[in-house]
């Protein structure tokens, strides 16, 4: 597609359910990039793919959160049991290099998913 | 661990003027790349303007120019001639391949106001 498409734009959940959020990235971008970013915060890193492989999950906050990228194009990013704290723009990112060569970090971004959890 | 840390919450100018918007980082590698980025209140995240860090000559985008101080670790965005549309959340961000992890670090970001 013509940008990096992102999945509902918002979710409102109860705490205990499972979420799952939705990355398309810019057609032919090998790396995807998942980032979360709560009130008056700037983004803070949770994991990034080449193509299909997860290459860093290290940001993940805890085992509650998991992605994949199955085929190398979109990406799922899955919460379950969801607790008020996961409350966040959840924004994705996408790059035509991979992660570690030069231009892989000019990202382009989605609009995001806004989670909300009561 | 990468660091970024922006100083001033908010910022306030007249429209026509000149700002600047402070940043400073931390990172223990020698070859980085900075950033800023654009959050309008649409909430999209907008790539402003990139340095790379062995770069000497400061970046510059139209109005949009950086003072990047390495040695201080130090990378400023000047906004020359601020229209109304450039009122957004500005965020200074780092980037190096150090230590495995591949994502940016982000500062907390600066509210721009615009003032007619």
């Known amino acids: 597609g013509a940008g990096v498409s992102q999945s509902p734009r918002y979710k409102v959940t109860k705490r205990g359910q499972d979420v799952a959020l939705r990355c398309d990235p810019i057609s032919g971008h090998v790396s995807l990039y998942w980032y979360r970013q709560a009130l008056g915060q700037g983004p803070e890193f949770l994991t990034y793919?080449?193509?299909?492989?997860?290459?860093?999950k290290s940001g993940l906050p805890n085992d509650r959160f998991s992605a994949e990228r199955p085929e190398g194009s979109i990406s799922t990013l899955t919460i379950q049991r969801t607790e008020q704290r996961d409350s966040a723009m959840y924004r994705c990112?996408?790059?035509?290099?991979?992660?570690?060569?030069?231009?892989?970090?000019?990202?382009?971004f989605g609009a995001g998913s806004r989670l909300t959890v009561l | 661990a990468q660091t970024v840390t922006q100083s001033q919450p908010e910022m306030s100018v007249q429209e026509a003027e000149t700002v600047t918007l402070s940043c400073t980082y931390d990172?223990?590698?020698?070859?980085?790349?900075l950033f800023w980025y654009k959050q309008p209140p649409s909430r999209q995240m907008i790539l402003v303007i990139r340095?790379?860090?062995?770069?000497?000559q400061n970046a510059t985008e139209n109005r949009f120019s950086v003072n990047f101080q390495k040695a201080a670790k130090s990378f400023s965005l000047k906004i020359s001639d601020s229209q109304l549309g450039d009122a957004a959340m500005y965020f200074c961000a780092v980037h190096d391949s150090g230590g495995g992890a591949d994502g940016l670090t982000f500062g907390k970001g600066t509210h721009l106001i615009i003032q007619p």
């Open positions: 793919f080449n193509y299909e492989a997860q290459q860093d």
């Open positions: 990172t223990s590698e020698s070859d980085y790349y």
């Open positions: 340095q790379e860090a062995y770069k000497q």
């Open positions: 990112a996408s790059s035509p290099a991979l992660a570690g060569e030069a231009g892989a970090n000019v990202l382009t």
